[in-house]
């Protein structure tokens, strides 16, 4: 393994020495690909390790591998994305800050968080309406072994309802949990105009 590692750094090193030029801060590639060596090497301090902090060098892993990986090559535009991507980019944020790996988008997560959402104008608790178990819409197996939900309500923006869990020391271990992988956000406004949001994270 560790062979693979160098000669896989050697070989980004002889590719990268061909010539090409990245400066050392967001750059549109000619792929229209934005690219932040700087954001790159903080959040992805494996790559850093093996094959140091040299702008070209990270952006060739990054087309090598690190797209492949889900390794996000700037720093995200939050302001564009739905709420639900915003809240899962906060999330990230934070999971950074500590060590975590990124949480990735699931859309089967995120129709159950949707439908949870709604049920939480009925019974606002992690039991269904019918009485069932939450999580038990999420199956274990096909590589979920763990999973979890955080709800919330009456925050008005992804910045607020993130900023609430964080502050709950139930919530934030759920964010920052490791065994997570990924992350479907479910959210929903009643005809009052009071919202819901739901978390559904499985690993």
Not at 65 to 82: F, L, Q
């Amino acid at each position: 393994m560790k062979k693979q590692v160098i000669s896989l750094a050697a070989a980004l090193l002889v590719f990268a020495w061909g010539g090409m030029t990245v400066c050392a801060e967001p750059v549109t590639m000619e792929d229209g690909t934005v690219f932040d060596a700087v954001y790159y090497a903080e959040n992805n301090p494996d790559v850093v390790a093996v094959l140091g902090s040299d702008a070209t060098v990270l952006y060739q892993h990054y087309l090598l591998c690190g797209k492949a990986e889900g390794r996000a090559a700037a720093e995200p535009d939050i302001s564009s994305m739905d709420y639900s991507h915003q809240v899962m980019e906060l999330c990230n944020g934070q999971r950074v800050a500590v060590g975590a790996r990124e949480l990735v988008y699931d859309d089967s997560l995120a129709a159950v968080a949707d439908i949870r959402a709604k049920e939480l104008v009925i019974a606002f608790s992690h039991v269904r309406p019918d009485g069932s178990k939450a999580l038990d819409m999420v199956p274990f197996g096909n590589g979920t072994r763990y999973k979890g939900e955080n709800i919330a309500s009456g925050f008005g923006t992804p910045q607020r309802v993130v900023e609430g869990w964080m502050n709950s020391e139930g919530h934030r271990k759920n964010i920052l949990n490791t065994n997570y992988s990924r992350i479907g956000v479910g959210y929903y406004v009643d005809e009052t105009g009071y919202p819901y949001w739901v978390q559904i994270f499985a690993g």
